[in-house]
């Protein structure tokens, strides 16, 4: 399977009106949502942090930083479509790495190790960001 996370916009074969309702319709804001949030990396962060002991900030900062760089391999590798020579999509690279701070800013992380965790801002930056940014984001023009 070429490129799982790759978001493809409408083709323009399609009249205006079949590409509004493809683009507008919850199936696929719901696509692009599960395909932006890196949920794969969040979860292997969680598991990982749960091994660092308490005390250890600079760990945990650095296991975060290691996740975020996994974040922006596994986002580029999969919205990569080499079969039909389409580069990665920075773009979703991008949001899906903001996406992945903004996750373990609300989660607490190296931030509340550090003291500027700021919990209720955290818990707004993720329901705003994750549903705003499909709304908005349509994929890469082709």
Known sequence: MSAPYRITRPSARFSAQAAGAESGNLKGYLDRLMKLVPSEVIGLYLV?????????????????????????????????????????????????????????YSIGGPFAAYGIAVPYIGSLLVLAWTFFVPIFYHGAPD
């Not at 999969?78 to 996406?99: E, F, L, R």
């Open 48 to 104: 990982g942090s749960g091994f660092i002991p308490a005390n250890q900030s600079l760990v945990l900062a650095i296991w975060a930083v290691v996740c975020l760089v996994g974040v922006i391999v596994v986002r580029a590798y999969g919205t990569a479509d080499p079969a039909n020579q389409k580069s990665p999509d920075w773009i979703h690279v991008g949001i899906s790495s903001v996406a992945f701070v903004i996750w373990v």
